[in-house]
T-cell receptor, first 113, second 115 residues
Protein backbone atom coordinates (compact mmCIF):
# COMPACT_ATOMS: atom_id res chain seq x y z
CA UNK A 1 0.00 0.00 0.00
CA UNK A 2 1.35 3.36 -1.06
CA UNK A 3 2.08 5.81 1.74
CA UNK A 4 3.04 9.42 1.06
CA UNK A 5 4.74 11.70 3.55
CA UNK A 6 5.45 15.41 3.29
CA UNK A 7 8.00 17.36 5.23
CA UNK A 8 7.84 19.95 6.65
CA UNK A 9 4.22 20.20 7.72
CA UNK A 10 4.48 23.97 7.77
CA UNK A 11 6.99 26.48 6.47
CA UNK A 12 7.27 30.25 6.69
CA UNK A 13 9.71 32.14 4.50
CA UNK A 14 10.27 35.79 3.61
CA UNK A 15 9.34 36.94 0.14
CA UNK A 16 11.98 36.35 -2.49
CA UNK A 17 13.46 33.18 -1.00
CA UNK A 18 13.86 30.00 -2.96
CA UNK A 19 12.43 26.99 -1.19
CA UNK A 20 12.05 23.23 -1.47
CA UNK A 21 9.12 21.10 -0.38
CA UNK A 22 9.71 17.40 0.12
CA UNK A 23 7.55 14.40 -0.60
CA UNK A 24 8.46 10.77 0.01
CA UNK A 25 6.59 7.64 -0.98
CA UNK A 26 6.95 3.98 -0.05
CA UNK A 27 6.00 2.22 -3.29
CA UNK A 28 8.75 2.74 -5.86
CA UNK A 29 6.43 1.34 -8.55
CA UNK A 30 4.88 4.75 -8.69
CA UNK A 31 3.20 5.49 -11.99
CA UNK A 32 3.04 9.23 -11.72
CA UNK A 33 3.32 11.96 -9.16
CA UNK A 34 1.36 15.18 -9.00
CA UNK A 35 1.83 18.35 -7.03
CA UNK A 36 -1.23 20.40 -6.11
CA UNK A 37 -1.85 23.60 -4.24
CA UNK A 38 -4.89 24.16 -2.07
CA UNK A 39 -6.02 27.57 -0.95
CA UNK A 40 -8.17 27.87 2.20
CA UNK A 41 -11.74 26.82 1.51
CA UNK A 42 -10.94 25.95 -2.07
CA UNK A 43 -10.39 22.80 -4.08
CA UNK A 44 -7.07 21.60 -5.41
CA UNK A 45 -5.23 23.15 -8.33
CA UNK A 46 -2.85 20.90 -10.22
CA UNK A 47 0.63 22.38 -10.53
CA UNK A 48 2.79 19.72 -12.11
CA UNK A 49 2.47 16.07 -13.10
CA UNK A 50 5.54 13.87 -13.51
CA UNK A 51 5.27 10.52 -15.27
CA UNK A 52 7.35 7.63 -13.98
CA UNK A 53 9.58 7.85 -17.05
CA UNK A 54 10.37 11.51 -16.35
CA UNK A 55 12.79 13.02 -13.89
CA UNK A 56 11.38 16.52 -13.63
CA UNK A 57 8.82 19.01 -14.84
CA UNK A 58 8.95 22.79 -14.88
CA UNK A 59 6.28 25.44 -14.99
CA UNK A 60 7.29 29.05 -14.50
CA UNK A 61 8.91 29.42 -11.09
CA UNK A 62 8.06 25.84 -10.16
CA UNK A 63 10.20 22.79 -10.73
CA UNK A 64 9.29 19.31 -9.56
CA UNK A 65 11.62 16.35 -9.58
CA UNK A 66 11.01 12.64 -9.17
CA UNK A 67 13.51 10.04 -7.97
CA UNK A 68 11.80 6.67 -7.93
CA UNK A 69 14.80 4.79 -6.60
CA UNK A 70 14.91 6.85 -3.43
CA UNK A 71 11.14 7.30 -3.21
CA UNK A 72 11.32 11.06 -3.25
CA UNK A 73 9.93 14.05 -5.06
CA UNK A 74 10.70 17.69 -4.46
CA UNK A 75 8.91 20.86 -5.44
CA UNK A 76 11.21 23.82 -5.88
CA UNK A 77 9.70 27.29 -5.80
CA UNK A 78 11.95 30.09 -6.98
CA UNK A 79 11.69 33.69 -5.83
CA UNK A 80 8.70 33.05 -3.59
CA UNK A 81 5.85 35.56 -3.46
CA UNK A 82 3.06 36.15 -0.91
CA UNK A 83 0.64 34.74 -3.50
CA UNK A 84 2.41 31.40 -3.20
CA UNK A 85 1.02 31.03 0.32
CA UNK A 86 -1.11 27.90 0.31
CA UNK A 87 -1.01 24.24 1.25
CA UNK A 88 0.98 22.12 -1.17
CA UNK A 89 0.03 18.48 -1.61
CA UNK A 90 1.81 15.74 -3.45
CA UNK A 91 -0.02 12.66 -4.65
CA UNK A 92 1.14 9.45 -6.23
CA UNK A 93 -0.59 7.02 -8.53
CA UNK A 94 0.79 3.51 -8.25
CA UNK A 95 1.08 0.99 -11.04
CA UNK A 96 -2.18 -0.86 -11.47
CA UNK A 97 -4.11 1.78 -9.61
CA UNK A 98 -2.84 4.83 -11.42
CA UNK A 99 -6.14 6.58 -11.16
CA UNK A 100 -6.38 6.37 -7.40
CA UNK A 101 -4.11 9.03 -6.05
CA UNK A 102 -2.59 8.64 -2.61
CA UNK A 103 -2.05 12.03 -1.05
CA UNK A 104 0.42 13.31 1.47
CA UNK A 105 -0.86 15.44 4.34
CA UNK A 106 0.58 18.58 2.80
CA UNK A 107 2.96 21.41 3.58
CA UNK A 108 1.39 24.67 4.64
CA UNK A 109 3.50 27.47 3.16
CA UNK A 110 3.39 31.08 4.24
CA UNK A 111 5.41 33.67 2.36
CA UNK A 112 5.74 36.87 4.35
CA UNK A 113 6.42 40.38 3.15
CA UNK B 1 -14.51 26.29 -20.17
CA UNK B 2 -16.33 25.57 -16.93
CA UNK B 3 -14.49 23.57 -14.31
CA UNK B 4 -15.75 20.88 -11.98
CA UNK B 5 -18.67 22.11 -9.90
CA UNK B 6 -20.07 20.69 -6.70
CA UNK B 7 -23.21 21.34 -4.73
CA UNK B 8 -24.02 22.22 -2.09
CA UNK B 9 -20.89 24.06 -1.01
CA UNK B 10 -21.84 23.52 2.62
CA UNK B 11 -24.16 21.01 4.22
CA UNK B 12 -25.07 20.75 7.88
CA UNK B 13 -27.09 17.75 8.92
CA UNK B 14 -28.12 15.88 12.00
CA UNK B 15 -26.70 12.52 12.92
CA UNK B 16 -28.70 9.72 11.36
CA UNK B 17 -29.95 11.69 8.36
CA UNK B 18 -29.11 10.86 4.76
CA UNK B 19 -27.29 13.34 2.54
CA UNK B 20 -26.62 13.63 -1.18
CA UNK B 21 -23.66 15.46 -2.63
CA UNK B 22 -23.54 16.35 -6.30
CA UNK B 23 -20.67 16.68 -8.74
CA UNK B 24 -20.74 18.05 -12.29
CA UNK B 25 -17.50 17.11 -14.05
CA UNK B 26 -15.85 18.98 -16.87
CA UNK B 27 -17.75 18.33 -20.09
CA UNK B 28 -16.22 15.48 -22.05
CA UNK B 29 -14.26 14.02 -19.14
CA UNK B 30 -14.91 10.30 -18.88
CA UNK B 31 -13.30 9.72 -15.51
CA UNK B 32 -14.75 11.01 -12.25
CA UNK B 33 -13.37 10.63 -8.73
CA UNK B 34 -14.56 11.27 -5.21
CA UNK B 35 -12.17 12.01 -2.36
CA UNK B 36 -12.68 12.93 1.27
CA UNK B 37 -10.56 15.40 3.21
CA UNK B 38 -10.92 15.09 6.95
CA UNK B 39 -9.25 17.32 9.51
CA UNK B 40 -5.93 15.75 10.37
CA UNK B 41 -6.49 12.81 8.00
CA UNK B 42 -5.50 14.24 4.68
CA UNK B 43 -7.16 13.40 1.41
CA UNK B 44 -8.38 9.86 0.89
CA UNK B 45 -9.73 8.22 -2.23
CA UNK B 46 -13.34 7.03 -2.10
CA UNK B 47 -14.50 5.89 -5.54
CA UNK B 48 -13.94 6.44 -9.23
CA UNK B 49 -15.92 5.98 -12.42
CA UNK B 50 -14.49 5.42 -15.88
CA UNK B 51 -16.93 5.51 -18.75
CA UNK B 52 -19.29 2.56 -18.67
CA UNK B 53 -16.99 0.35 -16.63
CA UNK B 54 -17.94 -0.82 -13.17
CA UNK B 55 -16.83 1.79 -10.63
CA UNK B 56 -13.89 1.17 -8.33
CA UNK B 57 -15.46 1.40 -4.88
CA UNK B 58 -12.47 0.19 -2.95
CA UNK B 59 -12.10 3.42 -0.98
CA UNK B 60 -15.62 3.67 0.39
CA UNK B 61 -15.32 3.47 4.20
CA UNK B 62 -18.59 1.64 4.86
CA UNK B 63 -21.75 0.42 3.18
CA UNK B 64 -23.46 3.64 4.24
CA UNK B 65 -21.59 5.30 1.38
CA UNK B 66 -22.65 4.87 -2.22
CA UNK B 67 -22.26 6.79 -5.45
CA UNK B 68 -23.72 6.73 -8.88
CA UNK B 69 -23.01 8.43 -12.13
CA UNK B 70 -25.87 9.03 -14.50
CA UNK B 71 -25.39 9.25 -18.24
CA UNK B 72 -21.65 9.29 -17.85
CA UNK B 73 -21.76 12.82 -16.50
CA UNK B 74 -23.22 14.02 -13.19
CA UNK B 75 -22.39 12.00 -10.09
CA UNK B 76 -24.10 11.82 -6.72
CA UNK B 77 -22.42 10.63 -3.54
CA UNK B 78 -24.94 9.45 -0.95
CA UNK B 79 -24.21 8.95 2.71
CA UNK B 80 -26.91 7.16 4.66
CA UNK B 81 -27.44 7.43 8.41
CA UNK B 82 -24.69 10.02 8.74
CA UNK B 83 -22.31 9.85 11.67
CA UNK B 84 -20.21 12.61 13.19
CA UNK B 85 -17.05 11.03 11.81
CA UNK B 86 -18.45 11.60 8.32
CA UNK B 87 -17.83 15.33 8.79
CA UNK B 88 -15.28 16.32 6.16
CA UNK B 89 -14.83 18.12 2.88
CA UNK B 90 -15.88 15.89 -0.01
CA UNK B 91 -13.99 16.65 -3.19
CA UNK B 92 -14.84 15.57 -6.69
CA UNK B 93 -12.39 15.48 -9.59
CA UNK B 94 -12.55 14.59 -13.25
CA UNK B 95 -10.04 13.81 -15.97
CA UNK B 96 -10.28 13.10 -19.67
CA UNK B 97 -9.83 9.43 -18.90
CA UNK B 98 -8.59 7.34 -16.01
CA UNK B 99 -5.09 7.11 -17.35
CA UNK B 100 -1.86 7.93 -15.70
CA UNK B 101 -1.09 10.70 -18.15
CA UNK B 102 -4.07 12.78 -17.18
CA UNK B 103 -4.21 15.47 -14.57
CA UNK B 104 -7.19 15.32 -12.26
CA UNK B 105 -9.14 18.56 -12.05
CA UNK B 106 -10.80 19.20 -8.72
CA UNK B 107 -13.99 20.95 -7.75
CA UNK B 108 -14.24 23.30 -4.76
CA UNK B 109 -15.68 20.61 -2.52
CA UNK B 110 -18.69 20.20 -0.27
CA UNK B 111 -18.10 20.77 3.43
CA UNK B 112 -20.27 18.34 5.36
CA UNK B 113 -20.90 18.88 9.05
CA UNK B 114 -22.76 16.22 10.98
CA UNK B 115 -24.08 17.46 14.32
Amino acid sequence: KQEVTQIPAALSVPEGENLVLNCSFTDSAIYNLQWFRQDPGKGLTSLLLIQSSQREQTSGRLNASLDKSSGRSTLYIAASQPGDSATYLCAGGSTGTASKLTFGTGTRLQVTL
Amino acid sequence: GAGVSQSPSNKVTEKGKDVELRCDPISGHTALYWYRQSLGQGLEFLIYFQGNSAPDKSGLPSDRFSAERTGGSVSTLTIQRTQQEDSAVYLCASSPEAASADTQYFGPGTRLTVL
